[in-house]
T-cell receptor
Framework: QQQVKQSPQSLIVQKGGISIINCAYENTAFDYFPWYQQFPGKGPALLIAIRPDVSEKKEGRFTISFNKSAKQFSLHIMDSQPGDSATYFCAAKSPGNQFYFGTGTSLTVIP | KAGVTQTPRYLIKTRGQQVTLSCSPISGHRSVSWYQQTPGQGLQFLFEYFSETQRNKGNFPGRFSGRQFSNSRSEMNVSTLELGDSALYLC??????????????FGPGTRLTVT
């Protein structure tokens, strides 16, 4: 059973546009929601993270929106750049410190 | 500060053999987690070690095992390799801070190919 569902599987955005990736979870006990960026041949890199008592967190061009009642959270990449082309993973952490990852979104930003 | 290092980076093994992968966490990090990444299954949690003790374990067969040393370095072992074990094995280290934060930093991974 997939604990965290991520969509879309792939995304193509024009340079300067907004990229939006969505995730949904079932376990209301999850207490930490990070997003990771992964380039080919590299390990995932922590991008931004949020706790469930916060509805939005912004770091530069990256914003997490969190909807606790809907059990959904999303990553918004503003002013998307070709260098943002990568695979993005959402994740959720249980109180026991176990992480569950989404299946990933391959983002391509067209110049 | 040096990042998470994993050795070897690439490995080719034959079915039935066993393999040991190594991970050195960021200095000061006491938690090390291991993940298997495949195109079909994505990132799947294997186990987590904290202060030399296995604290969490994912849903993998007993052929997958690990340990952590007093300097926080960790190894994972896979015995009786199967073709389906071909994957990128990622190690992540963390301070495992309290208060709901748990920032994980991943290494570059070890690409294991089983033939």
């Amino acid at each position: 059973q997939q604990q965290v569902k991520q969509s879309p599987q792939s995304l193509i955005v024009q340079k300067g546009g907004i990229s939006i990736i969505n995730c949904a979870y079932e376990n209301t006990a999850f207490d930490y929601f990070p997003w990771y960026q992964q380039f080919p041949g590299k390990g995932p890199a922590l991008l931004i993270a949020i706790r469930p008592d916060v509805s939005e967190k912004k770091e530069g061009r990256f914003t997490i929106s969190f909807n606790k009642s809907a059990k959904q959270f999303s990553l918004h990449i503003m002013d998307s750049q070709p260098g943002d082309s990568a695979t993005y993973f959402c994740a959720a952490k249980s109180p026991g410190n176990q992480f569950y990852f989404g299946t990933g979104t391959s983002l391509t930003v067209i110049p | 500060k040096a990042g998470v290092t994993q050795t070897p980076r690439y490995l080719i093994k034959t079915r039935g053999q066993q393999v040991t992968l190594s991970c050195s966490p960021i200095s000061g990090h006491r938690s090390v987690s291991w993940y298997q990444q495949t195109p079909g299954q994505g990132l799947q949690f294997l186990f987590e070690y904290f202060s030399e003790t296995q604290r969490n374990k994912g849903n993998f067969p007993g052929r997958f095992s690990g340990r952590q040393f007093s300097n926080s370095r960790s190894e994972m072992n896979v015995s009786t390799l199967e073709l389906g074990d071909s994957a990128l094995y990622l190690c992540a280290s963390s301070l495992a801070t309290s208060g709901g934060s748990y920032e994980q930093y991943f290494g570059p991974g070890t690409r294991l190919t089983v033939t």
